[in-house]
């Protein structure tokens, strides 16, 4: 946590009872901010806070990082495992923008993508479960990517094989550059500000099965209006308080 001057704010806007944290996602397959969430939570909540993560396919089948993956609870993303998780009182931590918002480009690294994805609104109202968006600023200047190598691999088929929709080239340490996103990497000691908003209660649904389409268009627009209007005012205030937290470890 201090690596990263960390802050973990908010969790007492967390009902009892199970909720669907819906994230921005930053920092490739190391996804600093995620950990960063997890612990303070642990810290804050206790473990039984902790979510289980809803991981892609792809960083839950990889020989060293998927045994690590289920290890500290994650979950081969899908809305059969995320409903039951929450219909039996567990909190489920989604990514909506998956690989597409947490390698988007560096230039990009204050933005969110969720790449029009809103199954997490139909998982809500499947399970009858709140949503509770957790908005993170930091977590994406651990490292850099650049480019999209797309058309490479979409001409071997390898975008299919491996479901991505991105692949950036990335520096890192200690990898320096590689072709695509970098293996577990060294972060760079960015600091990293989280918030839990307030939960969002979904209307209760005749078939939660097959949810009203408006009504999912409406709360992913919802959704989205909340944590982008806290992450622009998280941006700002980590500018104010130094982007890099190795500098804080010197005014202590």
Do not use: C
Not at 150 to 160: E, I, K, Q, W
């Amino acid at each position: 946590m201090r690596y990263f001057g960390a802050q973990v704010r908010g969790t007492e806007r967390i009902p009892e009872g199970g909720v669907l944290f819906v994230g921005n996602h930053s920092g490739g397959l190391g996804s600093p901010d995620s950990f960063v969430f997890g612990y303070g939570l642990y810290l804050q909540r206790g473990m039984d806070a902790v979510p289980w993560g809803l991981a892609h396919q792809t960083a839950m089948d990889a020989p060293v990082l998927g045994p690590i993956m289920r290890a500290i609870g994650g979950v081969k993303a899908g809305p059969g495992a995320g409903k039951r998780l929450l219909e039996a009182g567990r909190n489920v931590l989604v990514y909506p923008g998956g690989d597409v918002d947490s390698m988007r480009p560096s230039h990009m690294r204050h933005e969110m993508n969720f790449d029009g994805r809103k199954g997490y609104i139909r998982l809500a109202m499947a399970a009858n479960r709140p949503i509770v968006p957790v908005v993170a600023a930091g977590g994406h200047s651990v490292f850099w990517l650049f480019g999209d190598m797309m058309p490479m691999l979409s001409a071997v088929g390898l975008d299919r094989r491996l479901r991505l929709k991105t692949f950036p080239m990335g520096l890192s340490i200690p990898w320096g550059f590689t072709p695509g996103p970098p293996p577990p990497y060294l972060p760079l000691p960015s600091r990293i500000l989280i918030e839990v908003l307030d939960p969002i209660y979904l209307p209760a649904q005749e078939n939660p099965e097959i949810p009203d389409a408006k009504l999912v268009d409406e709360y992913d627009a919802l959704v989205q209006s909340r944590m982008r209007e806290a992450l622009a005012r998280l941006v700002a205030e980590r500018k104010q308080l130094g982007r890099a937290a190795i500098l804080d470890w010197f005014r202590r």
